[in-house]
């Protein structure tokens, strides 16, 4: 027949009687003569110490040898007892602590520290803190075409690398264009879909308006887009949260370049490098289709490297993981 299987509480009573044992026998000199009370006589006298509790003196039926070591067996049997309770308290410590880890371990990301809430509020990345002099030119692509290709050519001459945000109108428009920028060694970001308010959206229009464009430029290119910018630099929490569950980090930008109002080449050369907030991990805004950016660029270029600025494209500059925000979008290594 099998043998029964001992429960807990049997097995810590074995290692009580165990650990008795040992302790008589270490202060006895391993006597084999002597041996604890029966369990009988000790509650005996514990039942008499109970009933003449309050009389300030022991007045148990025992000789005062029997009653000494009565005291010395009682002290034994809590320090034995507190012994085992302690390691067995101990010990289901270490493994719930050890089970809580190994969970820990296993469930949560890599990238715990990521965040980019700053006061309750969601934030695109603005710019970067970097001991790196470098900066990072993008250009928004939503609607006209006629410089694309000169603009690559400047930026192949000074063999710079850059960042195009493209709306899903302007890659259907311009399959060929959206090509050659990935073949030339730049970002393709996404520009939402129809460039509409992504703020004045649902979730779920924001999702299509993000991965409509997604999946016209994984189909065309085989690229993986992973950069989002807001048209109109217009967000709230919800489109923050929802680019990050699409697998995107949000971008803005701390320099505008203000092509877009058609200032002229001078202007748009002036506003960039003479910006207040241009430093160390700028990113810096310009469009393609704008009047004059494709004649300020080559301009821009040389003076930005003069001021000893290494033009990087976005996704060199930000931080993929181990980061937080700052209250101006500023994205910090953690």
């Not at 026998?25 to 003449?52: C, F, I, L, M, Y």
């Not at 700053?118 to 934030?123: D, K, N, S, T």
């Not at 181990?322 to 910090?332: A, C, F, S, T």
Request: charged fraction near 30%; proline fraction near 2%.
């Amino acid at each position: 027949m099998a043998e029964r299987r001992k429960s807990w509480s049997e097995k810590i009573e074995m290692t009580l009687g165990e650990l008795e044992r040992q302790v008589f026998s270490d202060k006895h000199g391993n006597a084999k003569e002597e041996k604890w009370p029966e369990r009988e006589k000790v509650e005996a006298w514990t039942a008499e110490r109970e009933k003449q509790r309050g009389y300030g003196q022991y007045c148990g039926g025992s000789c005062e040898g029997q009653k000494n070591q009565t005291k010395e067996e009682r002290k034994k049997e809590t320090f034995c007892r507190n012994i085992v309770l302690q390691t067995v308290k101990s010990a289901a410590f270490v493994l719930a602590t050890v089970a809580l880890i190994q969970g820990m371990v296993r469930f949560l990301p890599d990238s715990v520290t990521v965040s980019n809430s700053v006061g309750g509020r969601e934030l695109p990345i603005y710019c970067v803190q970097t001991d790196k002099k470098q900066v990072a030119l993008s250009f928004d692509a939503a609607w006209g075409n006629e410089d694309t290709a000169t603009i690559l050519e400047i930026l192949r001459k000074h063999n710079v690398k850059v960042t195009f945000f493209m709306t899903g109108g302007w890659v259907e428009a311009y399959p060929d264009d959206v090509k050659a920028i990935l073949a030339d060694g730049h970002d393709l970001g996404n520009h939402s879909e129809n460039h509409k308010n992504m703020s004045q959206l649902s979730k779920e229009e924001c999702k299509e308006e993000l991965m409509a464009v997604h999946r016209k430029v994984q189909e065309l290119t085989g690229y993986e887009m992973f950069l989002f910018r807001p048209p109109y630099g217009d967000y709230d929490n919800d489109v923050i949260n929802v680019a990050k569950d699409c697998g995107y980090y949000s971008i803005q930008w701390d320099v505008d370049s203000l092509d877009w109002k058609d200032y002229g080449v001078d202007s748009i050369i002036q506003t960039v490098t003479q910006h207040k907030h241009l430093g160390n991990g700028s990113i810096i805004l310009c469009h393609n289709g704008a009047k004059y950016t494709a004649d300020a660029l080559e301009t821009l270029i040389t003076t930005l490297q003069e001021q000893g600025y290494e033009l990087v494209p976005i996704s060199q500059l930000i931080y993929r993981d181990n980061y937080h925000l700052d209250h101006e979008g500023r994205q910090i290594s953690s």
